[in-house]
Each structure stands twice: as structure tokens, then as C-alpha cells.
């Protein structure tokens, strides 16, 4: 059973920074790619960043891509978001995803970790 274990969440205020990690119990099977995605009450989940286990190819949604990072760690299996400049809008569940390709739409996601709170307070 494939566990997607995530942390680093909490509260922060506006332009502060927080780092998410998201440990796998085990390399996901046929899923090369890892990623973040987050959710407010009453949106749709949305995708923010991913990463192949290599590390060479990287992904980010437009509104986070010059304050987030998204690293890899291959011998914790583990894959880390560096939030940076972090802004009220930031604030939703974030939610560790594994899948197929670098896009990690919603439908080709195989395994959803717990998700982890995020807030920033203005």
C-alpha cells in the first residue's frame, strides 16, 4: 500500500515562507511524477507544481512559478515545495499527488496524499 505522507504546513504571514515535504512510503509504482496541488472550501482542487523522481523536469502553474519550488530527493523518496513571498491567496489544503505524466492532471493521479494546511494571514 503506497502512502503519501505530507508536512510543513501552518500559518504564516504575508511574504514569509514555509516548505511542505511529502514522504512515499514506498517509490509509486509506475508513477514517475510527483507534485502539489491545493484546494479552498467550495473551489476545485487545483494543480501548483511537479516533478519528475529525476529532478530534470519540473512544472508550475503561472501564479506561483517565480515563488515556488518543487526539488526531489530520490534517496528519501521524498519530494519538498519551498514557498516563498507567500501571499493570502496562497492559503488552501495542499495535497502531494502522484502520476503518470509532468501535466499531473486531475484524472491521471494515482495515489492523493492527506493534504496539509496552509494559511497567511495579511
Known amino acids: 500500500q503506497v502512502q503519501l505522507v505530507e508536512s510543513g504546513g501552518g500559518l504564516v504571514q504575508a511574504g514569509g515562507s514555509l516548505r511542505l515535504s511529502c514522504a512515499a512510503s514506498?517509490?509509486?509504482?509506475?508513477?514517475?511524477?510527483m507534485g502539489w496541488f491545493r484546494q479552498t472550501p467550495g473551489k476545485a482542487r487545483e494543480f501548483v507544481a511537479a516533478?519528475?523522481?529525476?529532478?530534470?523536469?519540473?512544472r508550475y502553474t503561472d501564479s506561483v512559478k517565480s515563488r515556488f519550488s518543487i526539488s526531489s530527493d530520490n534517496t528519501k523518496s521524498t519530494v519538498y515545495l519551498q514557498m516563498n513571498s507567500l501571499k493570502p491567496e496562497d492559503t488552501a489544503v495542499y495535497y502531494c499527488?502522484?502520476?503518470?505524466?509532468?501535466?499531473?492532471?486531475?484524472?491521471?493521479?494515482?495515489?492523493w496524499g492527506q493534504g496539509t494546511q496552509v494559511t497567511v494571514s495579511s
Open positions: 516533478i519528475g523522481w529525476s529532478g530534470a523536469v519540473t
Open positions: 514506498v517509490r509509486t509504482p509506475g508513477t514517475n511524477y
Open positions: 499527488a502522484a502520476g503518470y505524466t509532468i501535466r499531473l492532471d486531475i484524472g491521471e493521479i494515482v495515489y
